[in-house]
């Protein structure tokens, strides 16, 4: 039994036993990204440019068996802005999957834990309210989120044709407040998991159908100290429950090898209890002069989702369409339509170009204080034509530009931002052979 191997550090350690073998991966990875955006914050009227530079050293380790296979990716990320260093940011990532693979049955494991910059995946403005997007203010501060999550499914195979999935999912997202954002943070720490069944059935080689039944609850909750009448301290905020009931049919079918169509569609039943307050600080007692307030509701929407993929030699596409209750963290929410294409050519073994399109529609009406009520309803558009080139087997260089254009409904302002990358991505290729 040999291992080859073109890396020089200990990449790859096998161990054999009787009818077993176990495969150590260890492998490190690196790139740096060098952007120029001209509306970072996403102002209506941005200030000045920005130059970010992205440092992302990272390391994968695993394992191969027979049956099974764990990796765990960690990356760092540091963020520095020409312009702006009140972004500077180290973010930390943390990936883990495992799989196993059963005569009958198998499994599937993720979990990840995520320290990153609110500027990087909140599209939400960082102050409490859309009309105050303006040179001033901004819609992003730096804000940091930290997410934890994981969904373990399970997959047992009925028939040769049927099979049935048990799955579950949580995901937790807690903001750092800094003391200047205190009394007007829009972000609102949030919990929600979800159980799911899923049972499908082959028709025929290329056919196939499945139906989902799916319970989710969502949990979010915010509070701001204040004082009542200049000198009593006060505490104002809000808490909201959601639970969901999604029934979904589908189909899957291939065309050819290359070609593939998936469709779902079905309906949800969501039911929300939501609670304002105002109590004397650090205690649950009601404050005699504030308006305390509860509500619940019923909702009934429509869920779908459907995609057409196609690969050849010649490169890829891929169209999408979906609607969906997704969690948020504006205190809600949101009922999200999205509509998406993407398609790669390759122009020659090393060099390829592409572009991607996505429009999001999110809806959804948040409620922040005891006597204010607004609409967080926008559309998000982008369009990013990129460049690919494979330098090396173990080095790629990433150039794309991308367009955003982001339209609030609430005071029917267009935001729009561009940017141009440069990525450089160094990943070590292990060849090997097992003899």
Request: no cysteine.
């Amino acid at each position: 039994m040999k291992i080859k191997t073109d890396f020089l550090l200990p990449a790859l350690v096998l161990f054999s036993g009787d009818g077993y073998a176990l495969d150590l991966l260890f492998k490190p990875e690196f790139s740096f990204r060098e952007r120029y955006d001209n509306n970072v914050r996403m102002q209506i009227n941005p200030r000045h440019s920005n130059l970010i530079s992205t440092i992302s050293p990272g390391v994968m380790f695993g394992y191969l068996a027979d049956d099974n296979e764990l990796n765990t990716r960690f990356r760092w990320n540091e963020l520095i802005y020409s312009s702006d260093s009140a972004l500077d940011f180290s973010e930390k990532l943390v990936n883990l999957s495992h799989k196993y693979q059963g005569e009958r049955f198998k499994t599937d494991l993720a979990a990840s834990y995520a320290e990153e910059s609110s500027i990087n995946n909140q599209l939400d403005p960082t102050v409490i309210d859309p009309t105050q997007i303006n040179e001033a203010g901004g819609v992003q501060l730096l804000v940091p989120r930290n997410t934890k999550s994981v969904s373990p499914t399970v997959t047992y195979n009925l028939t040769e044709k049927s099979s049935l999935q048990l799955g579950y999912s949580y995901q937790d997202v807690a903001f750092d407040r800094a003391q200047n954002l205190i009394n007007n943070l829009n972000y609102s720490d949030y919990s929600f998991q979800q159980y799911s069944a899923t049972a499908s059935h082959a028709y025929t080689e290329r056919l196939s159908f499945n139906l989902t039944g799916a319970y989710s609850e969502y949990e979010s909750a915010n509070q701001n100290p204040g004082l009542a009448f200049g000198v009593i301290p006060i505490t104002t905020g809000f808490s909201q429950k959601s639970t969901t009931f999604t029934y979904q049919a589908g189909l899957q079918y291939l065309f050819d090898e290359q070609t593939q169509l998936t469709f779902s569609a079905g309906i949800r039943d969501t039911d929300t209890q939501s609670t304002q307050f105002t109590y004397f600080r650090n205690t649950t007692i009601p404050f005699p002069l504030s308006q305390q307030s509860s509500l619940s509701r019923n909702t009934v929407g429509n869920v779908f989702s459907a995609s057409l993929a196609r690969k050849s030699d010649w490169g890829d596409f891929s169209l999408s369409a979906g609607q969906q209750l997704n969690p948020a963290s504006t205190g809600n929410q949101q009922t999200s339509t999205t509509f998406s294409a993407r398609g790669r050519y390759n122009l020659t073994e090393r060099l390829s170009t592409g572009i991607n399109a996505n429009y999001l529609l999110s809806e959804s009406i948040s409620t922040f204080s005891n006597d204010t009520s607004r609409s967080n309803n926008r559309t998000f558009i982008t369009l990013s034509p990129n460049v690919q080139w494979r330098w090396t087997p173990e080095i790629n260089l990433d150039l794309s530009y991308s367009y955003r254009q982001q339209v609030y409904e609430s005071n029917n302002q267009t935001i729009t931002g561009d940017s141009v990358q440069l990525q450089f991505s160094y990943q070590p290729q292990i060849n090997r052979q097992v003899k």
